[in-house]
């Protein structure tokens, strides 16, 4: 049997495999996904995670309750070795071992992309996965409860009352607009808090906001944040952030305890820096628009396939400047749809066919009650374009196991309101256990036998003595 090997099971990877297991017939491949977590991450959603309006483990995806003809392993792959059909495999807590493979695909996402700004990397956090907004959500929480219970003019508790956002593209905003609300719901338990206190700062570095959606739309966005407290700075760039304190080029400062850097991706740079597979000048690896992978002249490397975050996938309805697909879940979805079918057609010497898709708009949620969605020149805002979000989303998250909790979810937060509970300790889960927990008594040392003095010294003693 053919082994088809997915490097990554999020967006791209866990839709290739789910597909792939409709398409082929009982033993034709064998599909097998490799990736350190055991669930497939629906991002659009941790803005949301990390206001409190969806339950963490509602927004993943459990990759073996849903991949029924797929092996999962928990790993790193580490190294791609196309020539030989052999990737390295490092599991979790394991030696690393060799893996060989007839087909691969490559499927490994994004991580954030950051520049070398003083104090970004000790300080600031990302958004790119559930961890990171449930740190985010338990952070924002701990931070109103710390600071409820200083004094007014105490330099820290301004610091903890002040939340700053690096990146004014679509998650920089989503994640900016649903904090900005989660913080004014929290205030209705804190009065010790007033609304002035609480300071919310984005820095972007363009002249506008959300590129996907038009330029009045954008403004509209600018200013439904003011009103609602949270201000957009254009124009600016993050100088310094050492110490947590934020500098920026314009000379402001804001001392945060919560930087969120959400200022873009880059193709994911252990996998594609461990592969002999070709990437282009943005490190993404180079495909034809069928998703098989292709070399600088535009020779196919055979049983190599890319899809999602990590791939530089001809759009062939315009794109990017260079022609190639923008790095969202749209396409990331789309593309392993396509990819499984052309595999499937590959595997019994059937002709594959190009992937194709038009952009469908773009709908984002600002926080409860507000969102902004635009299609071509046609643009909702407000209320309405929030329902939108909400009912795109909600039918978009794979499987309908997960639909449904995330639907009942929100529907119980309707009437019970958001939870607003943080569960910080359960970074440190045993220290109170650990705190109480009786140890053995220490052994006690036997004192050494002490030595006969030797000749010498003993009549060096007693000429001193003398
Ligand atoms: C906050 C946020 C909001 C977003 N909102 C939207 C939206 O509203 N609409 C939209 O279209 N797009 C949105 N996106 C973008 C979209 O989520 C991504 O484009 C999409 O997830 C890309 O899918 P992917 O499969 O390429 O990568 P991912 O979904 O990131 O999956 C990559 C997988 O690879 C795994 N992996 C990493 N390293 C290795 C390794 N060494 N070996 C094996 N596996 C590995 C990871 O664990 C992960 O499971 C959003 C992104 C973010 C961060």
């Not at 339950?55 to 030989?84: C, F, M, Q, W, Y």
């Not at 046609?378 to 979000?389: E, P, S």
Request: charged share 25%; glycine share 10%.
């Amino acid at each position: 049997m053919p082994k088809i090997l997915i490097v990554g099971g999020g967006y791209a990877g866990f839709y290739t495999a789910w597909k792939l297991e409709k398409h082929l017939r009982k033993g034709e491949a064998e599909i097998v996904v490799v990736d350190p977590l055991p669930y497939m991450t629906y991002l659009p959603f941790l803005p949301e995670v990390a206001a409190g309006s969806i339950e963490p483990r509602h927004s993943v995806v459990s990759l073996r309750r849903h991949l029924k003809r797929t092996r999962v392993i928990a790993a790193k792959v580490t190294g791609i070795d196309h020539a030989n059909k052999t990737a390295m495999i490092a599991p979790n807590g394991g030696e690393a071992y060799d893996f060989d493979y007839d087909q691969i695909v490559v499927t490994a996402g994004s991580v954030s992309r950051t520049f070398p700004i003083p104090g970004i990397a000790d300080n600031a956090i990302g958004l790119k996965s559930i961890e990171e907004a449930v740190a985010v959500r338990d952070r924002l929480i701990a931070n109103f409860e710390q600071a409820a219970s200083l004094p007014k003019d105490s330099e820290l508790r301004k610091r903890l009352l002040t939340v700053v956002v690096v990146g004014g593209g679509f998650a920089g905003i989503e994640t900016f607009g649903e904090l900005r609300s989660a913080a004014s719901a929290l205030l209705a338990k804190f009065p010790e808090i007033s609304f002035d206190e609480t300071q919310f700062h984005l820095i972007e570095a363009m002249g506008r906001i959300m590129p996907e959606v038009s330029l009045e739309t954008s403004k509209w966005v600018l200013k439904d944040l003011a009103k609602r407290g949270a201000y957009v700075h254009l124009d600016t760039q993050v100088a310094d952030a050492t110490d947590g304190v934020v500098k920026t080029n314009t000379g402001e400062e804001y001392p945060s305890d919560l930087i969120i850097w959400t200022a873009g991706v880059m193709a994911n740079p252990q996998v594609v820096g461990g592969s002999d597979l070709p990437r282009e000048p943005r490190g993404r690896i180079t495909t034809q628009a069928d998703l098989r992978v292709i070399d600088a002249d535009g020779n196919v490397l055979e049983g190599a396939w890319a899809a999602g975050d990590v791939a530089a996938v001809p759009d062939k309805t315009g794109g990017l400047p260079d022609g190639t697909c923008v790095p969202n879940a749209q396409h990331a979805v789309r593309q392993a749809k396509r990819l499984a079918k052309n595999l499937a057609a590959v595997l019994r010497g059937e002709a594959t066919v190009d992937y194709f898709h038009k952009n469908l708009g773009a709908v984002a949620g600002l926080g409860i009650g507000t969102g902004v969605f635009q299609s071509g020149k046609f643009a909702l805002k407000g209320f309405l374009a929030w329902g939108a979000h909400r009912g795109y989303h909600g039918l978009a998250m794979p499987t309908w196991e997960r639909k449904w909790r995330v639907l009942w979810g929100w529907w119980h937060n309707f009437f019970l309101g958001r939870d607003q509970v943080q569960l910080q300790t359960t970074q440190e889960p045993r220290a109170f256990f650990e705190a109480y927990a009786s140890r053995p008594k220490p052994k006690v040392e036997e004192a050494p036998a002490a030595e006969a003095p030797k000749a010498d010294s003993t009549a060096k003693v007693e000429a001193e003595a003398k």
